[in-house]
């Protein structure tokens, strides 16, 4: 099919959640795309996060084979190899003790939801269950997370919502401090909001915030479904300020593009999921399970995490340079590592469409702020020719 007929057939047979850009895929290589036609896009959003070593990579490729020749699924129901090295792999990397598989970012924190209502009766005995979330968050679409999502229109229409969140502003540790009291059992949160527009907490809220979960007795569980697997120049966002949570969620990067989430906790915590308490089919069966594991040995090997950090300290001196050219259309400028939001002083529709007919694929998030999420092995020079698309778009505008 070609780009038009794939769009008619998508408008006539699939439901209208998605406003789609005006592109159709049918192929990638490392940091390219290719529409049907044979456009050729650099992709600066990795299916928004998640294809941190590009497409098509040779390695995955080889163990999606192997893994697919030998057993793709079988059930939780049984033990499975390719599950415990993910595990302990995965495990590896942060200082949590236990994981819970699954398969998106969504049922990872509602995953989340549970542990941390559960525990606080198994493991605590108390009767505490309010989860607090903060305004601009972004936590996922089942009525769970979209009830903990600090976004209105998220919510829109599906009430009545289940009960037992609270959403108090972001970045104020006192409305925080105002809304623990003996029900609360656990904080959940993105270090950077990324569909919130690319936007960090304070350092000094950050580090507030797991003080008082520690005096409170509150789970501090971090979101990090956008932000983890090295997306930030560390394998996990929570390690810049040396934070310990009792919990993170992970999804997107973490199976290079096949579908998978995780909820990690530590021993203590891990008492709120008893044997038969939570469960799902698909999750961590062994050709993601596979897929996984090497998506992490190559991320260590290749050290992505400093290519991260090192690309974007190298992608802020170009965007600093062209806020300054151009203070009247640029607003702010957020990077950490490949975690980038360029805020517009005004909306960026116009921007966007432009960069995307010149060949780069991004993302336009909160109206304002373009977002970048590009695969951990983007280059310097693709990041330069962003840059110069970026400066000439805006000084045509
Ligand atoms: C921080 C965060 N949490 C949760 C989700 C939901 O993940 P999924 O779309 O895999 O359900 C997302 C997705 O964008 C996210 O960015």
């Known amino acids: 099919m070609n780009s038009e007929e794939i769009q008619k057939c998508d408008a006539a047979a699939l439901c209208r959640t998605y ?3 005006p592109l159709a895929v049918n192929r990638g290589q490392g940091t390219r795309l290719f529409s ?17 070593l590009g497409h098509s990579h040779p390695e995955l490729v080889e163990v999606i084979c192997a893994q697919a020749k030998k057993l793709i699924h079988v059930s939780n129901l049984f033990y499975q190899e390719e599950q415990v090295e993910l595990a302990k792999k995965l495990l590896g990397t942060c200082h949590l003790d236990r994981v819970f598989f ?34 601009g968050s972004f936590h996922g679409r089942t009525l769970a997370t979209l009830t903990a999502t600090g976004q209105d229109k998220i919510k829109t229409g599906f009430g009545p919502l289940p009960e037992g969140f609270v959403t108090v502003p972001f970045g104020d540790l006192d409305a925080m401090k105002a809304a623990m009291n003996d029900r609360t059992a656990a904080v959940l949160i993105e270090m950077i909001q990324g569909e919130g527009g690319v936007k960090p907490l304070p350092e000094d809220y950050a580090r507030g915030l797991a003080a008082l979960c520690a005096e409170r007795g509150v789970l501090l569980m971090i979101d990090e479904i956008q932000t983890g697997v090295g997306r930030t120049g560390k394998f996990w966002a929570h390690q810049h300020l040396g ?11 973490l199976a290079g593009g096949l579908p998978m989430g995780a909820v990690m906790c530590t021993e203590e915590v891990s008492k709120g999921f008893p044997p038969g308490s939570h469960g799902t089919t698909f999750g961590g069966n062994a050709l993601i399970s596979a897929v996984a594991k090497k998506v992490i040995e190559i ?12 690309l974007g300290e190298h992608l802020r001196g170009r965007l600093a340079a062209l806020r300054e050219k151009f203070p009247e259309r640029i607003a702010d400028v957020r990077v950490h590592g490949l975690m980038v939001g360029i805020e517009l002083t005004s909306p960026g529709a116009d921007v966007w469409k432009a960069l995307l007919e010149k060949g780069f694929v991004l993302n336009l998030t909160q109206d304002t702020v ?26 045509t505008a």
């Open 102 to 135: 699954c398969n998106s970012g969504a049922e990872a924190n509602e995953g989340a939801i549970k542990l941390a209502r559960r525990y606080m009766r198994e493991g605590r005995g108390q009767e505490r269950y309010e989860i607090i979330t903060v305004t």
């Open 299 to 310: 991320i260590e090997r290749d050290d992505l995490c400093g290519r991260a950090a090192r």
């Open 19 to 21: 406003a789609r850009y």
């Open 370 to 395: 373009l977002r970048l999420l590009p695969p951990l092995v983007i280059t310097e020079e693709e990041l330069d020719a962003f840059a110069a698309a970026l400066e000439a778009v805006l000084a």
């Open 243 to 253: 934070l310990r949570p009792d919990v993170v969620t992970v999804a997107k990067g």
């Open 36 to 52: 049907p036609e044979g456009k050729v896009y650099t992709d600066l959003l990795a299916g928004i996060a998640v294809c941190n």
